[in-house]
């Protein structure tokens, strides 16, 4: 029935909207990053900045824990689509929306115990070094 209404509308001319974040109608707020956010660490449970594991990485990155923001997939879809921050996937295999380096690794459990994906994320990290080493405001 839709399909025919949907033939109809357009027949008239009429412009149909298609919501891009229908969840936010359903109670869900958007989230907003901080000004001062230079990375994004999504997992499906975002690990806390201050495990040491997390703290080495963005040591390495030159990034302090002030300046990353963690969340989940489903929050990262509540983003408004024109942010650009670096970003690391942990254990989230699909790209994100989000413009910017993208860092890929196992979710942080398994990256503990694997030394190889600790090397393929250290390479990540070199091949990217200058859009990290780069920010503007780091001195």
């Known amino acids: 029935m839709s399909s025919r209404r949907d033939w109809l509308l357009q027949q008239m001319g009429i412009t149909q909207y298609v919501l891009r974040r229908p969840r936010a109608l359903q ?3 958007a989230v907003s990053l901080p000004t001062h ?3 994004l660490i999504i997992a499906d449970v975002p690990p806390s ?3 040491p594991l997390v703290s080495d990485v963005l040591r ?3 990034i302090n824990p002030h300046d990353v923001f963690a969340l989940t997939p489903d929050q990262l879809a509540m983003l408004p689509d024109d ?3 670096a970003s690391w996937r942990l254990g ?6 989000v413009q910017g380096t993208q860092l890929a ?3 942080l459990d398994e990256l503990y115990h694997n030394a190889s994906a600790k090397r393929a994320l250290w390479q990540q990290i ?3 070094e200058s859009d990290f080493f780069t920010h503007p405001e780091r001195p």
């Open 126 to 128: 070199c091949e990217h």
């Open 92 to 97: 989230i295999d699909a790209p994100l929306a």
């Open 27 to 29: 109670g869900e707020i």
């Open 49 to 51: 900045t201050e495990d």
């Open 105 to 107: 690794s196992p979710a």
């Open 83 to 85: 942010n650009h921050c």
């Open 60 to 62: 390495a990155l030159a």
């Open 37 to 39: 956010t230079r990375l």
